[in-house]
């Protein structure tokens, strides 16, 4: 950070200085000729830090970015799979409450959804009452529409 300090200061000094000298130089050839002067000292103080950079630097910058960029975009990615998972979870319960609700069925419904890509419905825990018609007609729903199997489906209540 103080190496940055320094450069800024010394490109200032230089630009302050051609500044008050080109000021000063009578105008004419003398002044067109100073100011190509001036000109060229700043383009090397500019430019001079990069005679000492190495490859060796700017190859381990560009890395460290690679490698941020990398791990940003693998959190992205597990958070997006997350919300898909969320959105199909919310979307499975919401249909089975709606089915129940039509065989006036009072449940709760929590769906578990696998890890992998896509997303999938692996498991369903219901609490609540249900007459034993809409009982079977949840389960058969649950089976046939979401694909999980009645092993992976557990009654509570």
């Known amino acids: 950070m103080e190496s ?20 000063i130089v009578p105008d004419g050839s003398k002044k067109n000729v100073f100011r190509l ?5 700043l383009a090397f103080t500019v430019l001079r830090p990069l005679t000492r950079l190495k490859i060796e630097d700017l190859t381990e910058f560009l890395t460290f970015d690679t ?3 990398s791990e940003a975009a693998a959190a ?12 199909i979870k919310s979307r499975c319960e919401s249909y089975i409450l709606d089915k129940a609700a039509e065989l006036h ?5 929590e769906i578990r959804v696998s890890a992998g890509q896509p997303p999938l419905p692996v ?17 058969s729903i ?10 992976d489906l557990q009654w509570i209540g």
Not at 37 to 41: P, Q, R, Y
């Open 105 to 109: 069925a009072a449940i709760q419904v």
């Open 4 to 23: 940055l300090r320094q450069y800024i200061l010394s490109v200032i000094c230089v630009a302050l200085i051609c500044g008050i000298l080109s000021g």
């Open 123 to 139: 498991e369903a825990t219901i609490r609540g009452t249900a007459s034993p018609y809409a009982r079977r007609q949840i389960e």
């Open 67 to 69: 490698y941020e960029a």
């Open 76 to 87: 992205g990615k597990a958070q997006a799979e997350k919300a898909m998972a969320d959105i």
């Open 37 to 41: 002067l001036c000109g060229i000292i």
């Open 142 to 151: 649950i089976e046939k529409d979401l694909g999980i199997p009645k092993e």
